[in-house]
């Protein structure tokens, strides 16, 4: 709400896991994040984009672990293009130039949405 300037306190938000998975893992954050941004705001997320990335209660985003093998994950199973925290970018350097995806590397949350372009509205 704070970052993003979101207005969701009369709003139910909900995410839904599947198979009812517990997750531990703090890189599904920004991808967290953009999906109830893009719900709130009625617009679909680019999917052939995935977002990795820890979520600050600043707002920044923060370094994941393996970020390398996340991505050649993410391009074997058809993504294009990839936001991650951008201080990954600089540890990661060679690794990354391999993959086959657009790597767009960010600082903070609102930038998220600025490199989400929207596929128009839900319906």
């Not at 997750?23 to 995935?50: F, S």
């Not at 540890?91 to 490199?115: F, M, N, P, V, Y």
């Amino acid at each position: 709400e704070k970052r993003l300037g979101l207005h969701l306190e009369s709003e139910d938000v909900f995410v839904n896991i599947v198979g009812g998975i517990k997750i531990k893992e703090p890189a599904i954050d920004l991808g967290v994040a953009v999906a109830v941004a893009t719900a709130h705001r009625n617009t679909i997320p680019d999917p052939e984009t995935v977002w990795i990335g820890e979520v600050g209660l600043g707002g920044e985003i923060r370094s994941v672990g393996a970020l390398a093998m996340r991505l050649a994950e993410a391009a074997q199973l058809g993504f294009k293009r990839a936001i991650v925290p951008q201080t990954n970018l600089r540890e990661a350097g060679r690794e990354l130039h391999s993959l086959k995806l657009d790597i767009q590397g960010i600082r903070w949350l609102t930038e998220a949405l600025e490199e989400s372009p929207a596929q128009g509205t839900k319906g």
